[in-house]
């Protein structure tokens, strides 16, 4: 079956850039998404990809998608206190018939002050 | 504004007790989730339905059942509860394909910590 796999922790100081990045391995994949959960929420969606897109920005934040490695991956520029979370990678096979989500089992992003 | 809600953000139950978890949302979406969360081990499906009365199993299905009696309410139950089941309960809804939202992405509600004693 599909899977989704993500380094389990991040730590980086305030101001820096933050890097996380994940791989899956459904080469059907239609969208990507990353969610973002702060301690004792729910999952946010911050941001998703289409799989014909390489690169997508939104104010700090940078998606890359390699598909020929099957790899993606979410930059946080200019990184905050608030930024600290748990990150999911996700992925979708919208042409399969399912409406299911594979998560990656996230990504906690520790920012020092 | 979107909105996925739980009907507890923390339930305290005792081994054996009978739980429902309850989740409404109001965006009229055919497919309802429900998911555990527990560390290391990242979100793993429990049951989903992608219509009134229609329900499939999950990837950890043993243990609980679900009723979808309308649209935007999805219960979740622990027919005995078991301490093994102490975990975070996260419910999502998302959008049939074919509607105007195209990036079929899942909105999740708030979470439910339920503790097993």
């Known amino acids: 079956g599909e899977d989704v796999e993500q380094s389990l922790f991040l730590s980086v100081r305030e101001g820096d850039s933050s890097v996380i990045n994940c791989t899956y391995t459904?080469?059907?994949?239609?969208?990507l998404y990353w969610y973002k959960q702060e301690p004792g929420a729910g999952l946010q969606l911050l941001t998703y990809?289409?799989?014909?897109?390489d690169m997508k920005q939104d104010q700090r934040l940078t998606v890359l998608l390699n598909k020929k490695d099957k790899h993606l991956s979410l930059r946080i520029a200019d990184t905050q206190t608030g930024d600290s979370a748990i990150y999911f990678c996700?992925?979708?096979?919208?042409?399969?018939?399912?409406?299911?989500?594979?998560f990656g089992k996230g990504t906690k992003l520790s920012v020092i002050p | 504004d979107v909105k996925v809600t739980q009907s507890s953000r923390y339930l305290v139950k005792r081994t054996g007790e009978k739980v429902f978890l309850e989740c409404v949302q109001d965006?009229?979406?055919?497919?309802m989730f429900w998911y555990r969360q527990d560390p290391g081990l990242g979100l793993r499906l429990i049951y989903f339905?992608?219509?009134?009365?229609?329900?499939e199993k999950g990837d950890i299905p043993e243990g609980y059942s679900v009723s979808r009696e309308k649209k935007e309410r999805f219960s979740l139950i622990l027919e005995s509860a078991s301490t093994n089941q102490t975990s975070m309960y996260l419910c999502?809804?998302?959008?049939?394909?074919?509607?105007?939202?195209?990036?079929?992405?899942?909105?999740f509600g708030p979470g439910t910590r339920l503790t097993v004693t």
């Open positions: 999502a809804s998302s959008p049939q394909r074919g509607t105007t939202q195209l990036t079929y992405e899942q909105y």
């Open positions: 459904d080469s059907s994949s239609t969208y």
């Open positions: 965006m009229d979406h055919e497919n």
């Open positions: 990809i289409f799989s014909n897109m």
């Open positions: 339905s992608y219509d009134v009365k229609m329900k």
């Open positions: 996700a992925e979708i096979d919208s042409g399969a018939g399912s409406y299911q989500l594979t």
